[in-house]
């Protein structure tokens, strides 16, 4: 498996990174060229192998070209996501023990918080402009060596949870070797996917988070070339696939969704034939989204189970996932166990908390030993919390987060399967389901829904989603109220951040009250 720097020497002019909407492209050679200058600067300013560096920049060539830096010094780098409130941007860079910050003038306000709010911190630099206290990345470079330092090592990233319950935490897995022409992730995952020099890998989300980060990163690994979108638009993503003939993609379930949601006469516009590998993850996706899914784009729709920890994994295909509807694979790193809240082990199709054991199921979060302890069951074997089951053919098919299940009248109630149903309603647009408290059941199911056209934001058609709801759920199931909202708090990359919409509804606020 090559590292970037050989497919520079064979293939200097070959496009490594093109940006979707601008249409910049950074080649073999000059990602070679400025991760190089990139590690240089780190070592001029002092920083060695196992220092940390934090980043907060939107989806750009910039992102990449930093983290190959880092990579080939041996740097710890933290992305911080853009959607984190000021005190989270602080908690995380203190966490991180970050000796260098580097922010975008994009996002100008966070990047002044940030420096304003940071100690520890010796290091500021700026991407796409300058402001005080802030020196320009891009011409600090132009001074420094294109050859590589004397003293390569592996670097690897360090990603910090999205902060839906608690600050933060920061998954530290160590690189398997210093040797930089080993991935940071494991190289099977690229074997199984078909990855390789003629890979076109078309990249919908933001790169703070740990899939794309590390599929952008396999890619450049294997001399493909990536196509980063810089927001993702259903409709564009599409045209992108079509003009670069994109061979591979992933996805979160929502990004499916609002492709399905287009005009029959737009979907069928653009030719998507050349996807071989459409990798989907993040969230359980609703059967009728995927079925829909392989009907269109055929069987090219490949799911994994996995985390930032790196505690274990499944995968299913298509053809595996047509036998097993709903289902998120078998393992194909570490052995699955499912737990009660005991921490006693649960036979086939009973639901409780997913672990996972083997040596792989090794991590921490970084400076919370606390957390880290509780993550881990009485035998030694890890969990991130979900909930899920096994059937007969050791098939795990997931349920919810374990901090979403809404507990009504003694009876465990699952969101995510009451979201999966309402997205599929075609007034639906978006949806979330969470509990709040009830004095006679000790919770209730709250569903707010946002609707394809706000005109339909009424009480007729709050009634008609009801009756349609009540044909396909069990009574105990069903929202006591529904309630529409104009846009729901997702993050960039597709993730319903339901905290916000909990908090304001258990602080007795509503974006509408009208529509119960």
């Known amino acids: 498996m090559p590292h970037p720097s050989t497919t520079a020497e064979t293939y200097p002019h070959k496009p490594a990174i093109i940006m979707g909407a601008s249409d910049e492209m950074v080649t073999y050679r000059q990602l070679d060229q400025r991760s190089n200058q990139g590690a240089q600067l780190f070592r001029s300013l002092g920083l060695q192998a196992g220092d940390h560096i934090a980043l907060m920049l939107e989806n750009s060539a910039r992102f990449i070209e930093i983290c190959w830096a880092a990579q080939r010094a041996g740097i710890i780098y933290t992305p911080i996501a853009t959607h984190l409130k000021r005190e989270e941007v602080t908690y995380v860079l203190a966490n991180c023990d970050a000796r260098l910050f580097i922010g975008s003038h994009k996002l100008l306000g966070a990047a002044t918080a940030a420096r304003e709010d940071a100690t520890g911190v010796t290091h500021f ?83 703070y988070h740990a899939a794309p980060l590390h599929y952008n990163m396999m890619t450049l690994y294997q001399g493909g070339t990536t196509v980063i979108m810089e927001k993702f638009d259903p409709e564009a993503a599409l045209a992108l696939i079509e003009e670069h003939r994109a061979t591979h993609s992933q996805w979160v379930p929502i990004m499916f969704i609002r ?26 996706c609703p059967v009728e989204v995927k079925q829909q899914m392989i009907d269109w784009w055929g069987p090219v729709i490949v799911e994994y189970y996995a985390a930032s920890e790196g505690i ?19 393992s194909v790193s570490g052995e699955i166990h499912i737990l009660d809240d005991d921490g006693k082990e649960l036979p086939v199709g009973e639901t409780g908390t997913v672990y996972f054991s083997g040596d792989q199921a090794r991590f921490h979060y970084h400076g919370e030993e606390e957390k880290t302890a509780s993550a881990y069951s009485a035998q030694g074997w890890a969990t991130t919390g979900d909930v899920g089951y096994l059937d007969e053919d050791g098939f795990l098919y997931l349920t919810d987060r374990k901090h979403f299940m809404i507990i009504s009248g003694g009876v465990n109630i699952y969101p995510q399967e009451i979201e999966n149903l309402l997205i599929t309603h075609d007034k639906v647009a978006d949806v979330a389901v969470f509990g709040l408290p009830c004095e006679e059941f000790g919770e209730k199911v709250q569903a707010v829904v ?26 105990v199931k069903l929202p006591k109220a529904l309630d529409f909202h104009p846009s729901l708090p997702r993050l960039d990359n597709g993730k319903l951040y339901k905290r916000h919409l909990m908090d304001e509804y258990r602080g007795g606020t509503r974006a509408d009250d009208s529509k119960e």
Request: charged content about 20%; aromatic content about 10%; glycine content about 10%.
């Open 125 to 207: 630099y700026m991407v796409g402009g300058i402001t005080d206290g802030f020196e320009s990345w891009e011409e600090t470079l132009l001074g420094q060596p294109e050859t590589p330092i004397a003293d390569e090592k592996n670097g690897v990233p360090m990603l910090y949870s999205s902060g839906t319950t608690g600050q933060p935490k920061g998954v530290f897995v160590p690189p398997a070797d210093d040797d930089v022409n080993t991935p940071p992730m494991a190289t099977n995952l690229g074997q199984l996917f078909g990855f390789g020099e003629e890979t076109v890998y078309l990249s919908p989300a933001p790169l």
């Open 450 to 475: 946002q609707p394809m056209n706000w005109a339909d934001a009424t009480d007729e058609t709050a009634f008609e989603i009801m009756e349609w709801l009540r044909e396909r759920l069990s009574n």
């Open 259 to 284: 492709m399905l949601k287009l005009p029959r006469e737009t979907r069928e516009k653009y030719d998507v034939s050349s996807m071989q590998f459409a990798i989907h993850a993040a969230a359980p």
């Open 312 to 330: 274990g994994a499944t995968i299913i295909d298509s053809a595996a996932w047509l036998s097993h509807k709903g289902s998120v694979g078998p």
